[in-house]
């Protein structure tokens, strides 16, 4: 098995210092849930995998899990050899099935799961070390795009990308056709993407999933508040902030807030910040989309649909596209 970490860093403590610091002091202030996953961050957020609330992770999973033949013969139609890329892959749970399913059919492939987060990517390659041995795995730590570019420059096969659990739905609209539009230049022509959408459903069930009564998505966003105070000498007070939660059906805007209980001061990395009562820290976006949401984002960004699959609730979609 060839089995390494590629860790190609463009300095992620002085990144996180200074994003930190520019989302404190605009209006209104945020901070980005791309920070929310340290040891114990990627650990809360397994938590809320497993929670009955989190549907997302159970529709995703019944597509891999009992759809597995069908969603290899969308995304790799040929047997050639190509490299699979996952970004943000977390603890691959679902795309596991896909994998086992690849190597018992011995497909000639890599495996290159992308995570900002060392420590899961560390997991990971213990878990499929074990789990599937005739894997071939690079793991590559750091930023989406910077470690699709070291994946390109490491090798000029095929790539088939996977960009599961919604991820896209962590950033606005905007941003997503953006990333979309970028995804589609790093690629070459027949390279495929597989990118998994949460769908517009009943309202209620969707800010269930995002507003737990035993309180572990509270603690997932208060968790980057402890990783503040740790790695930028910050001082934020836990039990001085509180979590909120709101889903608008119309735009399919799900919103996490922390609510600032008082009128406080926090130092950070040298630096003062006020929050007043009740003064709110955006901390993520989980945006919902319509299958036409779907359409124009893979359309304006250059891609062509080549098809997708639903779990059985219809709840949740894979989306192929293909570069022209
Ligand atoms: C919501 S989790 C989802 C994990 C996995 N895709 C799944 O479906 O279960 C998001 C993962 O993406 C990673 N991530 C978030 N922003 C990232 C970025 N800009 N570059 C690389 N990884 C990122 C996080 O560290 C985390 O492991």
């Given amino acids: 098995m060839l089995n390494q970490n590629l860790h190609v860093k463009n300095d992620p403590a002085e ?66 050899p190509f490299d699979l890329i996952e970004l943000g892959v977390g603890d691959a749970m679902k795309s596991t099935f896909l994998l086992q399913y690849l190597v018992e059919k011995e497909m000639d492939f890599t495996y290159m799961p992308i995570d900002i987060s060392g420590n899961i990517l560390s997991i990971l390659k213990d878990k499929l070390s074990t789990q599937l041995p005739a894997l071939q795995i690079i793991g590559l730590e750091g930023e989406y795009f910077e470690m699709l570019q070291k994946a390109a420059s490491l090798s000029s096969r095929k790539k088939v990308i996977l960009f599961l659990g919604s991820n896209i739905g962590n950033m606005s609209l905007e ?28 309202p209620q069930l969707i800010l269930d ?10 603690a997932f966003n208060l968790n980057l508040l402890s990783r503040i105070n740790r790695e930028l000498n910050g001082n934020f007070k836990l ?32 630096e003062n ?19 036409e949401k779907i359409r124009e984002l893979g359309m304006k960004s250059g891609f062509k649909a080549i098809g997708e699959i639903k779990d059985s609730k219809k709840w949740f979609v894979d989306t192929a596209w293909q570069v022209k």
């Fill in 209 to 218: 999933a995002y507003n737990d009564k035993a309180g572990v998505t509270a």
């Fill in 239 to 270: 039990d001085q902030f509180q979590h909120y939660e709101t889903y608008d059906p119309e735009s399919g805007a799900c919103k996490s807030y922390l609510v600032s209980r008082m009128n406080q001061n926090v130092q950070i990395a040298n």
């Fill in 273 to 291: 910040f006020v929050f007043e009562e009740n003064e709110l820290i955006d901390m993520e976006i989980s945006q919902k989309f319509s299958a």
């Fill in 15 to 80: 990144n996180f210092r200074k994003d930190v610091l520019e989302g404190l002091k605009s209006n209104p202030k945020r901070l980005s849930s791309k920070y929310f996953y340290d040891k114990k961050g990627d650990r809360l957020f397994q938590e809320i995998m497993a929670m009955p609330e989190y549907y997302l992770t159970k529709c995703e999973l019944d597509i891999f899990k009992n759809k597995t033949a069908e969603l290899a013969q969308l995304i790799i139609p040929e047997n050639e």
């Fill in 175 to 202: 941003e997503a056709e953006d990333f979309c539009f970028n995804l589609n230049k790093n690629l070459s022509s027949g390279d495929v993407v597989l990118m998994g959408f949460d769908l517009k459903k009943n």
